[in-house]
Structure formats: C-alpha cells, structure tokens
C-alpha cells in the first residue's frame, strides 16, 4: 500500500507536450479513476506511473519514495492491461506465477501464491490451460490474477474491461471494486467511460489534453462541475446545454423563457446546464418552464429517454420516467428547478457568482 | 468454402506437374544405367540394361560418406547459429534503443542487394592472411553472415506484429530485455524461426561456392558432387547417383517442414481479435 504523488509531471514526445505541470495526490488505498476522451493523455500518465514510459519533467513518488527512474518493479506496481497481455505459450498458472519466478520466490511459496490468488479470482480450475483456451472474462481475471499475486503496492488498470461485451463488463466491474475493498491497496483505473467511472471510483480525475479539468468523488463532479467539460463528460445521457442571454436581470432562453438572475460581472452569453434526469413533463412545479418538439422516443422499460429539440433548433435529451404516451412530434411542456441548473460562461467555466430567480411576472 | 475447380484446370496443372518431374526421372534413371545406354540416352529403356553399378563406384571410389558428414555438419552449424542470432538481432533491432540503431540496421538490411560472388576475393584473401582457409569457420561465419540480411528482416517484420503488450507485461513482472528474449519472444518466435531455419537450411546446403572455394578436404557433397565429373570421363551415371544422395536431404528437409514454413502463425496477447 503507498500513496502516490504526482508533483508538476510533464510528458513530451520531441516537441509535442502532450502532460504539462500536472500535480496530482492519490490517497493510500483509494480507488483513482483517470476519465477523459481519447488522447487526453490518461494512459501515457498510468504509464508513466508504472514506468514504461519515461517521465520527461517532476516528480513522482510512490510511498514517499522519488520513482522516476525506478524499474517498474522497485516501484512496487502491477498493472493490468487493455489486451490483458496474457503470455500466450504458458499456462494459466505459469503466467500467474511468471512475476513470483523472475523475483525469486521458492517452489513451494509460488504454489502457495498462486493458489490463494486463484481462490480469490475463482480461476483454479483453468490453471492448467493456455489463455487461446479461455473466454473474455475468463482472461481478464487471469490478468487480475497475475497483478494480484504480486501483492503490489499500486494496482495499475489501463481499461482493462474494454475488450468484454457488455454484461460481463457490468459484473467484472462490480468484482474489481469488491476486490478493491478487499484487498485496500491504491488502485489507479483509466477508462473513457464514464460510467465506469462514476461506479467504481472514490476519487475521479477527469483529464483533457493533458491537463486536469476537475478532481473530486462522483458525487462532486456530477452535482458541482467545475465546468462545461466536466459536467458533459460526466453523466449518462449527456447534460444539456442551453443557449441564454443575459440582459439586466433576466436571463432570455430559447422559445421566449425567461429567467431572473443576479449576479456580478455576467457574459452576455452564457449557457444553461440541464441534466436529462432534472427535468419534468408537463407544467407543474416550478423554476424554468420549457417547450420542446419530441424527435424520438426511447423505451428503456423503466425509464424513456426523449430526444427532440426547442424551438430555436437546439438539441434536448429529457428522462421521463412517467410520460406514457408521448410520441415523435408531440411538443412537450416540461420544467426544471431552478438549483439543477448549472450556468457556463462561454469559455466553459462555471459562474458560481450567478443566482438564478424565478421568472419575473410579465407585468411589463 | 471449398470449390470444386473445371477439370480443365486439373489437366493443365498437372500437365505442368509432369514436365517438372521429367528431369527428375532422368536423373534417377541416369544413376541406374550404364554409360554406354546413356549415350543412346536415358529414355530408350527398350534396350537399356539396368545396373546399380554406379550407386556402388560412387560411394567406394568417392568419399561421399565423408562428405554427407561434412554437408550435415557446416549446415548444421550454420543453420543453428542463424537460428539463434537473428531473432536475436531482430529484438534487439525492434525493442531496445541503442546509439546508431538504424543505421545499423539499414546496413544489416542493405547486404540483401550485395551479391555473394562480390564479397568472395575480399574474404579469401582475408581468410588466407588469417591462415583460415580449409577451416570450416572459413565456410560458416559467411553463411550466417550472409543470412543475416533476409533471416533479421524476416524476423524482424514478425516482431512488427508482435503484441508490445507481452514485453511491457514481462518488464512489470520484473523480466529482463535478455530474459524478455529468452522466457516471453523466443517461445511465440517459433514459425518465423522455422521458415529462417528452412531457408538457411537449403541455402547452406546446396551452396557450392563458397566451400569450393575455402574448403581442402572435408568438403561438403556439393563440391565432391563437382568432383565427380572426371576430366576426360563425365561418368554422368555416378553423378546423378550423388545428385540424388545430396538432394535427398533437404528434399525430406522440406516435406517435414513444410507446415511450419507456410504457417502464419499470429501472437496474441488474449484480447479480442
């Protein structure tokens, strides 16, 4: 177990900076997900982490110790990979016990290693096969496996359930953060998918081009983005985003909605975030009231998902849990309340500075 | 899905298929007949008499035995060094960085284009200067040098393909660029090392040159076959006998290996293909 500091990393390949001055603490026995778009640097840092790429500037340490030019084993890592990295002319049971060989350890205690990591992953049975012979899942356990036996210090995952399809993604994604909890070493998961993300990890990073956008539990990043970024990339469906105009004290949306707000030094332009879940059908309760042509209907058996648009063109996504009925084409009145809505200067940032009110009465 | 292919294409083929094998009778039938039957030539079997008179001559009167010895041995060698350097090399090419890395390569590569017979007065003179003619290192360290350009390029565009994954998994489990070699690429290398060790095989075998030249005694079956023609006497029969006994080695060589020598064999790290 050791906790993992990451201070001013830069990474470049020739003259492209791809990591710049990132600085991250990883907490000793948390569960770190590493989330972003594709090439936003995610992996080449988990890399760098396990020590197959060569950090370019800073420092990291792993359990108080300056790392960067320690082999991948003097630093205490196991990772897990995409392609699971299975050595195909082994064994199950060789593969696992390959690390334990190369560092030494004697017959008898390999055996024992072997058989309590397989115990743990349920995989005894397969010992003796080569991994040609195994399914998806089957593999990405042995490859858990042979990170697990290490008893290493930092578990290194590099999306490692991408290859899986979907149902068996949803259970191994369940059983590494059961293993998580009971193993408790620190563990580092990349993936692009946020779903992933939100469900296993206690502390999110969310990176874009090579930079942190937001660090925080899934709870923070969903309920209080830093911005626009954050609060697009977390969250399935999509938040949606809402041209407005600020003028004075209200705020002019779409379709002639119109909002009070207050706040100091506002853009004139700004965007209003709305999380699918947030709004309701109809035209009970409060706060924005909004109207919106249905496009498509998806039926997800508990939920529907409503794509349509408003009357300006812009796209809108609402969950209705409760709107049987609706069809492509119907114009749906639906409303949000005001403190789920998130306010996005036109560069992205949050305005925490702007209060919304509720519309004033059209007196004028 | 097989298919069935006209029937006029069997014909053709196997039209084609005979016309090759036409000399090979010949020679077979050549070693069987007396010199006089072979001047009327070896298809007029009307009154040909059949004798195994020249199997016998050529192996008394010649050392083939000797010579059999001395072919399995140099190819043997040969084919076991490349074997072992190459993919080495390959690796080493592939994986590592080392200062001057391509520009090695590119020479390594580059002796594709230099043909033996340029490279052959250079070398004799330098192995006479080092008192190394009629050794068989004089024969040897040219034909794995030699190899080295198609038997490296081979390997090496197999590595192309070679999944990194397996060598960065080697070097998180604490495995050396050496041991990466030895425990984790050597073992998958096994179809692209065949097809080397097949190549080399034949080459080093029916090479002439190049033990003619640097070779005394202890010469390899090509050479003796050489010998063989006398200076006033073809003796066409005994040479077809020692033609057969030299073919007949990489002949088996090939059939055995032939799998391993089409094979695409295809390395996985277990993910999804």
Not at chain 2, 48 to 62: G, H, I, Q
Request: hydrophobic share 45%; net charge neutral.
């Amino acid at each position: 177990m050791a906790r993992v500091t990451l201070r001013n990393i830069s990474k470049s390949y020739g003259q492209l900076e791809v990591i710049r001055d990132l600085s991250l603490d990883i907490e000793d026995g948390s569960f770190t997900v590493f989330v972003g778009p594709s090439g936003c640097g995610k992996s080449t840092l988990l890399r760098m982490i396990a020590g197959l790429e060569p950090i370019t500037g800073g420092d990291l340490m792993i359990g108080g110790t300056r790392a960067n030019d320690l082999d991948p084993v003097a630093r205490g890592i196991a990772m897990v990979f995409q392609n699971y990295a299975l050595y195909p002319h082994m064994t199950v049971e060789k593969n696992i016990a390959f690390s334990l060989k190369m560092a030494g350890y004697g017959r008898a205690e390999i055996a024992r290693r072997v058989a309590e990591a397989a115990e743990v992953l349920q995989i005894g049975h397969l010992l003796g096969r080569r991994p040609a012979n195994l399914s998806g899942g089957q593999r990405q356990r042995v490859a858990i496996g042979r990170a697990i036996v290490r008893d290493p210090a930092v578990f290194l995952f590099d999306e490692p359930l991408s290859n899986l399809d979907a149902e068996l993604r949803v259970s191994m994604r369940s059983e590494i953060a059961q293993l998580h909890q009971r193993l408790t070493n620190t563990m580092i998961y990349v993936t692009h998918d946020q779903t992933e993300a939100m469900t296993m990890a206690d502390r999110i990073v969310v990176l874009r081009e090579g930079r942190i956008e937001q660090t925080g539990t899934p709870q923070e990043l969903y309920e209080d983005p830093a911005n626009a970024f954050v609060a697009g990339f977390i969250g399935s469906p999509r938040m949606n985003f809402l041209p407005a105009r600020a003028s004075g004290s209200a705020l002019e949306l779409p379709g002639g909605a119109r909002l009070g707000c207050a706040g100091d030094g506002l853009p004139r332009e700004l965007s209003l975030g709305i999380r699918p879940e947030a709004a309701r059908p109809g035209r009970e309760g409060g706060g924005l009231r909004l109207e919106m042509e249905v496009a498509l209907v998806e039926y997800l058996g508990g939920t529907r998902y409503l794509h349509g648009h408003l009357a300006d063109g812009t796209a809108m996504l609402i969950e209705a849990r409760s709107a049987a009925g609706i069809r492509p084409g119907d114009r749906l009145p639906f409303t949000c309340p005001l403190e789920a809505l998130r306010a996005f200067a036109p560069d992205g940032a949050r305005l925490r500075s702007l209060s919304l009110l509720p519309a004033e009465p059209e007196t004028a | 899905m097989p298919v069935t292919p006209p029937k006029w294409i069997i014909a053709l083929v196997g039209a084609i298929g005979l016309l090759w094998i036409v000399p090979l009778i010949g020679v077979a039938l050549t070693s069987l007949q007396t010199p006089e039957a072979i001047a009327r030539g070896w298809w007029n079997l009307g009154n040909a008499d059949f004798t195994l008179d020249a199997w016998t001559r050529v192996w008394t009167e010649y050392p083939i035995a000797a010579s059999l010895w001395s072919s399995v041995k140099l190819t043997a060698i040969a084919t076991v060094l490349t074997m072992l350097t190459a993919p080495a090399a390959a690796y080493a090419f592939h994986y590592l960085r080392f200062p001057l890395r391509r520009g090695t390569l590119i020479l390594v590569i580059n002796a594709f284009v230099l043909p033996q017979q340029v490279v052959i007065i250079p070398l004799f003179q330098l192995w006479r200067d080092m008192g190394l003619i009629g050794n068989v290192a004089a024969v040897i360290v040219p034909y794995v040098g030699l190899s080295y350009a198609w038997a490296v390029f081979l390997v090496k565009s197999f590595l192309e393909d070679f999944p990194k994954e397996l060598i960065e998994a080697a070097r998180i489990d604490g495995c050396g660029p050496v041991g990466t070699f030895f425990r984790i690429v050597l073992p998958n290398l096994v179809s692209p090392i065949s097809a080397c060790a097949i190549l080399q095989f034949l080459w080093c075998w029916n090479s002439l040159l190049l033990p003619m030249l640097f070779l005394r005694e202890d010469v390899p079956l090509t050479v003796m076959l050489a010998r063989i023609a006398g200076q006033y006497d073809p003796n066409v029969n005994m040479q077809s006998a020692a033609a057969i006994v030299t073919a007949f080695v990489p002949l088996c060589v090939f059939i055995l290996f032939q799998k391993q020598f089409a094979a695409g064999n295809q390395v996985s790290g277990g993910g999804k293909e």
